[in-house]
């Protein structure tokens, strides 16, 4: 039988993905959790396939599948709303792979789907003849039918799906192979893709089914490590709501160990909604904290594009719905958190009259002018890392941050500043990311930018990934200038922490982003 990705096969560049992919498909009804690897298998061979054939793609230090979708000229290749739907397919991947949750028919489809838009947007891109192609979801319920027509089909084709599951498994490619294979095409098809890029006309995400927006939060709640039915529950009935029947049902409801809810999830279909998601989720937060006697963290989500009230910061964007670890650390904080108003500044780390003024700016900035972001502006050699230092302590003595991370972007600048924390905080325990791979729950984390951004996805403990969305409290970029900023943009905006930025560059030169 046909599969949606058969097309591809016309086109002799693209076999070192299509045949995973047709897999992907055939597989669906005997192992849907199959079908999800072998969607993010096909996935993965076709971005090695895109860096070893697009000059305008450098391969990064690792060569894994988050490192290179991470690749800043990456995400600008494929789009914001392209990229999201291969973090989709990876996400789910990773699900099936940690065993966090089965996973059925519904998301191994959706995954199907996802990956034939965006294997579609290399064929437009990469080929010379492109004829226009749409999913079927037809062809995966024919091929149920088939199946059902008489046992013994049913028996041979399961036969030959347990044989396609068993090749499948066995391939992988080659990204240094590809790139030698490629090289003499790179030229034509980087400026076919420069040109054709312009003119694709993207396949917006189509949230408007409950359902399918349902799989794509689920899948950010697995990731996140949640359980359901354990400490996430659905369709929560709230007695006490302003209407008719006086009942209100949240979306989703998160809790703790003891099932005191932490935080109300409000599903919404567009960016639209978020508005009347935004009251609805208030007034979920109102009876919760008048029956518990703690106001719940709010998030509203349509699976994409989520946003926090957490009852301290303005609402505002955030990469993923947290943790339970990380709510659990943020109700802790803020129990402890004092105000930063008449703070004192160790002199013994920064006695300079302008590291103490310095230090109590950003203090001033994070509490009574409730911003989350700042920048240090200081001379070479008038003390930045001791400024911070500073800076650390007194926001740890505050109980304002409990988990501090520590970026620069190079090898000698992270040892160098991980060596002056240690001097300094002695009972601060630290670990830097570049070296030590045993330390990782250390409140003090330090790394270049790239570990980080491979470590992500790979550090993981007893309840899942280490270094989520809510995990840092602080993050520190050294040499916060321009360039930095828009290499690795995606780990400021997936670490929802307050942000430090420390330069020497004047003030009237520094980009105003």
């Not at 189509?206 to 697995?222: A, F, G, H, P």
């Not at 703070?343 to 001033?364: L, M, T």
């Not at 270094?467 to 690795?488: M, P, Q, W």
Request: aromatic residues 10%; hydrophobic residues 35%.
């Amino acid at each position: 039988m046909y599969t949606n990705f058969d097309y591809l096969k016309q086109d002799p560049q693209f076999n070192s993905f299509s045949d995973v992919a047709i897999s992907a498909e055939k597989i669906i009804l005997l192992d849907p959790e199959a079908s999800i690897i072998n969607s993010r298998r096909a996935m993965e061979f076709a971005v090695k396939w895109m860096y070893s054939v697009d000059k305008d793609l450098s391969v990064p230090y690792q060569n894994n599948l988050q490192s290179l979708m991470n690749a800043e000229e990456y995400r600008q290749i494929v789009g914001p709303d392209l990229w999201k739907r291969m973090d989709f397919i990876r996400r789910c991947g990773n699900n099936v792979a940690h065993g966090s949750k089965k996973l059925g028919r519904d998301e191994a489809t959706l995954c199907l789907e996802n990956l034939f838009i965006f294997l579609d947007y290399i064929a437009y891109c990469y080929s010379e003849h492109y004829e226009e192609q749409n999913f079927n979801h037809h062809l995966i319920e024919d091929r149920v039918k088939k199946i059902k027509e008489s046992r013994q089909q049913s028996q041979d084709v399961k036969a030959e799906l347990e044989r396609e599951i068993k090749n499948s498994a066995q391939k992988d490619v080659d990204i240094e192979k590809l790139r030698q294979e490629n090289a003499a095409l790179k030229e034509k098809l980087s400026s076919r893709r420069a040109e054709k890029q312009q003119t694709y006309v993207e396949k917006p995400l189509d949230l408007s089914e409950y359902k399918t927006r349902k799989i794509y939060i689920d899948t950010m709640l697995i990731a996140a490590g949640w359980t359901e039915g354990k400490d996430w529950m659905n369709e929560v009935e709230l007695p006490g709501m302003p209407n008719k029947s006086e009942v209100g049902l949240a979306d989703y409801v998160l809790y703790d160990e003891v099932h005191r809810p932490l935080a109300v999830v409000e599903a919404k279909r567009t960016c639209v909604d978020v508005a009347k998601g935004r009251q609805q989720a208030k007034l979920y937060a109102d009876i919760i904290e008048k029956q518990y006697g703690r106001r719940p963290v709010v998030f509203l989500t349509n699976g994409f594009d989520t946003r926090i009230i957490d009852n301290q910061y303005p609402e505002r964007k955030v990469a993923e719905i947290y943790s339970k670890r990380d709510l659990k650390k943020l109700f802790n904080l803020q129990a402890m958190r004092t105000s930063l108003k008449n703070i004192y500044v160790d002199k013994d780390i920064a006695g300079r009259y302008y590291q103490e003024g310095a230090v109590k700016s950003v203090c001033d900035s994070f509490d009574r002018k409730n911003r989350r972001k700042a920048l240090l502006v200081m001379a070479t050699g008038s003390g930045k890392t001791r400024t911070v230092i500073a800076l650390c302590k007194v926001l740890l003595d505050a109980g304002w941050i409990k988990n501090i991370l520590f970026l620069a972007d190079r090898n000698s600048l992270v040892t160098q500043a991980k060596r002056s924390f240690v001097n300094l905080l002695p009972d601060l325990s630290c670990t830097n990311l570049c070296e030590d791979k045993d330390n990782y729950t250390a409140h003090c984390v330090f790394s270049t930018y790239q570990t980080m951004m491979n470590c992500i996805d790979v550090i993981k403990d007893d309840t899942g990934k280490l270094f989520t969305s809510g995990h840092f409290d602080l993050v520190i970029c050294d040499e916060a200038h321009r360039s930095i900023y828009n290499k690795y943009k995606d780990i400021f905006n997936y670490f929802d922490a307050c942000l430090v930025g420390l330069t020497a560059t004047p003030k009237e030169d520094i980009d105003k982003n």
